[in-house]
Nanobody
Framework: QVQLVESGGGLVQAGGSLRLSCAAS????????MGWFRQAPGKEREFVAA????????YYADSVKGRFTTSRHNANNTVYLQMNSLKPEDTAVYYC?????????????????WGQGTQVTVSS
């Protein structure tokens, strides 16, 4: 069974940085695409970024392009989301997700496995 555990959330001032981690277990993730989503209070869960685990190809939502970077560490099955120049509107619960295959999907239904989420709060 695939398990995803996020960490690294917290409270940061606008303009600051945070790095989220997603530790994955239960599979060999070389055949997976990993995604990051976020959900703010009262809003739908939205796509943030995706990475194909095997070759590192990435895709970003326009709202985070140039500020956020996703990467992976093959040896320890961990995916990262480096978030720079954070804004109050980035405040949300951030989720890691996984799908079998090599498509840089941006829709929730494309992902089969989800973590429990980690809270990111950006103060103005």
């Amino acid at each position: 069974q695939v398990q995803l555990v996020e960490s690294g959330g917290g409270l940061v001032q606008a303009g600051g940085s945070l790095r989220l981690s997603c530790a994955a277990s239960g599979r060999t993730f070389s055949s997976y695409t990993m995604g990051w989503f976020r959900q703010a209070p009262g809003k739908e869960r939205e796509f943030v970024a995706a990475i194909i685990y095997s070759d590192g190809s990435t895709y970003y939502a326009d709202s985070v392009k140039g500020r956020f970077t996703t990467s992976r560490h093959n040896a320890n099955n961990t995916v990262y989301l480096q978030m720079n120049s954070l804004k109050p509107e980035d405040t949300a619960v951030y989720y890691c997700a996984a799908q079998l295959g090599y498509k840089l999907g941006s829709r929730r239904y494309e992902y089969d496995y989800w973590g429990q989420g980690t809270q990111v709060t950006v103060s103005s």
